[in-house]
């Protein structure tokens, strides 16, 4: 008889790790608080326009990175998905002069030497960055210990290159966009760079520019809905099981080990499974793998776990926060690159938050997007506003809130793009307690900041005494992001493997 594998959350860890558990011969069923799965990889339909909410670019696009055979694996990419690489990636406009970030950084190189010759020195060396960063793709091992079918490999000469290129990236993580801005003489480069790093320091920006200059970081087309329905299409036939609108209440432990997990009442039209008691239902299980934010699992636990991983990641783990602006147009805006910057004539206030670049990922030229002769548009506005919206919501500002920044927004876009003047047909603001209402995660954040406290390490799976229970996510590897809750699955599925014998049946290569 099939081990019996519950999966509680269905965003793209979950997703992947009931895929994996499916194809190393586990019973696996998913329960899903929401409606749909994907969690932040999300997107959704407001007036005839599609707002994407997660997806921006995907790392393992390319096909060569030792991630695509993974999202392969798990039905996210296969031969059928086009995937675009926009060029420029980014353009800065600074006093009507395109400045700009190409996927080719030899084209950037050029491209900046012609902007500014006194500059020529910092510019070779922010390029050389560059290329020493594209060695640092994500490598993809197998856990001690663990029997696979096929064993991941990573060649000495690979993981020098890579553990160097960790050494340089770290380096940069302590130096903020600012300070480095202030190396070039050329105001405009140093405002693109300023612009293009959202305060994380300059290593973000490095570690994004060194994974697009080795050909990753494509947009898959459509964005995340059709990413997810495909990995939801694999997982249901492999024979797996989603229980949508379920959230777990709790894990039931007898004796330091899991027997399944604690549910609300089973969705209507879905039918019944397991025993009723109360208004709860317990559903059986041999092992649980825990998908949701681990900032948030306490009330999974009659006991609060305790271990020292998970204390480290509460003292070290600062939220990653984004408030989307989401704007549906009535004009072509093909013309304008993909992912534009600019300086908007005042700044954009939020909260204590100030933004004096705005960043706009333009969709005009994905169909899937907007009707024909329209587009769609999304600014992202990070920083930490989660006890602002909260205190809006209470004392019932909270849509007022709204319209305000999106009056604020649209006028700095009317005077940037004149062709948009009364043009805007629909907007939206999706919040930090937006996330954390559909999706459940700690203060509505979809990844790690990466301070000079947090390390580029993995948190353990398991709890120590706890058998049966593993965990994955995308804060179990910070930063975060797609990539790590794909690997965080695999990892979690592997422990299980280990604990129950199993083999784990790796990735076909491609």
Request: glycine share 10%; charged share 20%; aromatic share 10%.
């Amino acid at each position: 008889m099939k081990k019996k594998v519950i999966v509680i959350g269905g965003g793209i860890a979950g997703l992947s790790a009931g895929i994996y558990a499916l194809r190393c011969g586990f019973e696996v069923s998913i329960f899903e608080r929401h409606t749909l799965a994907g969690g932040v990889c999300t997107s959704w339909k407001r007036g005839g326009y599609l707002f994407e909410g997660g997806m921006h670019w995907l790392t393992g696009s390319g096909k060569n990175e030792g991630l695509h055979a993974l999202w392969r694996t798990v039905g996210a990419l296969d031969d059928s998905v086009n995937i675009h690489y926009p060029e420029p990636f980014a353009e800065f406009d600074w006093k009507g002069t395109p400045i700009r970030l190409y996927r080719d950084v030899n084209a950037t190189e050029q491209h900046w030497l012609e902007l500014s010759p006194a500059d020529a020195k910092e510019i070779r060396k922010f390029c050389n960055n560059i290329r020493k960063l594209s060695k640092l793709g994500k490598p993809v091992r197998d856990l001690k210990g663990v029997k696979v079918t096929k064993k991941r490999r990573l060649s000495l000469s690979r993981l020098f290159s890579a553990l160097l290129a960790l050494c340089r990236l770290r380096a940069y993580f302590k130096v903020s966009a600012k300070e480095y801005a202030a190396r070039f003489s050329h105001e405009g480069i140093g405002e693109m760079l300023c612009a293009s790093s959202y305060e994380q320091g300059m290593g973000m920006l490095f570690l994004t520019m060194g994974s697009l200059t080795r050909g990753d970081g494509g947009f898959p087309e459509g964005g995340s809905l059709p990413f997810v329905q495909r990995m939801v299409n694999t997982f249901k036939a492999l024979g797996g099981k989603i229980h949508y609108k379920t959230p777990v209440r709790r894990l039931i432990l007898e004796k330091g080990k899991t027997t399944g997990v604690l549910v609300g009442d089973t969705a209507a039209g879905d039918k019944a499974v397991g025993d009723k008691t109360g208004s709860y239902q317990t559903f059986p299980a041999d092992a649980v793998i825990v998908t949701v934010d681990t900032m948030a699992i306490e009330h999974l636990f009659e006991t609060p776990p305790k271990a020292p991983w998970l204390k480290k990641m509460r003292k070290a783990t600062e939220p990653t926060m984004v408030t989307f602006v989401s704007l549906g147009i009535n004009a072509s805006l093909k013309h304008y690159p993909s992912c534009y910057l600019f300086k908007p004539p005042k700044p954009i206030g939020l909260s204590t938050q100030t933004y004096p670049f705005l960043s706009v990922n333009n969709y005009a030229s994905n169909p899937t997007f907007s009707p024909e002769g329209k587009s769609t548009l999304t600014l992202l506005l990070p920083g930490d506003t989660y006890d602002f919206w909260k205190k809006a919501q209470e004392e019932g500002r909270y849509l007022q809130e709204k319209q305000k920044l999106a009056k604020a927004v649209i006028a700095a876009l009317e005077a940037q793009m004149p062709e948009i003047q009364n043009q805007v047909e629909v907007w939206d603001i999706a919040t930090p307690l937006t996330y954390e209402r559909y999706c459940g995660n700690w203060k509505g954040s979809w990844m790690t900041e990466l301070t000079p406290n947090v390390k580029l390490a993995a948190y353990p799976a398991t709890l120590k005494g706890l058998k049966g229970v593993y965990f994955a996510g995308q804060r179990m590897m910070p930063p975060g992001g797609l990539p790590m809750a794909l690997l965080s699955a695999r990892a979690a599925v592997q422990c299980l493997c280990r604990e129950t014998g199993t083999t784990f049946v790796s990735e076909t290569a491609t």
